[in-house]
Nanobody, 124 residues
Framework: QVQLVESGGGLVQAGGSVRVSCAAS????????MGWFRQPPGKEREFLAA????????RYADSVKGRFTISRDTAKNTVYLQMNILRPDDTAVYFC?????????????????WGAGTLVTVSS
């Protein structure tokens, strides 16, 4: 059982930046592709970014490409999402995800484990 715990959400002004983190269970972290999804108020959950088990490959949704960056630190069993140039429509609950499959599969929604989510609110 992989446990994922997000942190780093909060209130940020439009145009600003925030980094959210996801701490994973040590035993399984290196075997999984990791990623981030978000769910805006009243909308469905959507894929944002994924990173391969070795950190060598990444994939992004078009809506965040160039603004968001995913990374992982194996020594800390943590995956990050750096979010820049934030807009009010980036307001959402951000979820960490893990899959034993590929980052392409994660982009299509194949997720084995979810974190509880962390709220990011972008004010105008």
């Amino acid at each position: 059982q992989v446990q994922l715990v997000e942190s780093g959400g909060g209130l940020v002004q439009a145009g600003g930046s925030v980094r959210v983190s996801c701490a994973a269970s040590e035993r399984y972290f290196v075997n999984f592709s990791m990623g981030w999804f978000r769910q805006p108020p009243g909308k469905e959950r959507e894929f944002l970014a994924a990173i391969s088990f070795d950190g060598g490959s990444t994939r992004y949704a078009d809506s965040v490409k160039g603004r968001f960056t995913i990374s992982r630190d194996t020594a800390k069993n943590t995956v990050y999402l750096q979010m820049n140039i934030l807009r009010p429509d980036d307001t959402a609950v951000y979820f960490c995800a893990a899959t034993p499959s590929t980052i392409q599969a994660m982009a299509w929604g194949e997720v084995s484990y979810w974190g509880a989510g962390t709220l990011v609110t972008v004010s105008s």
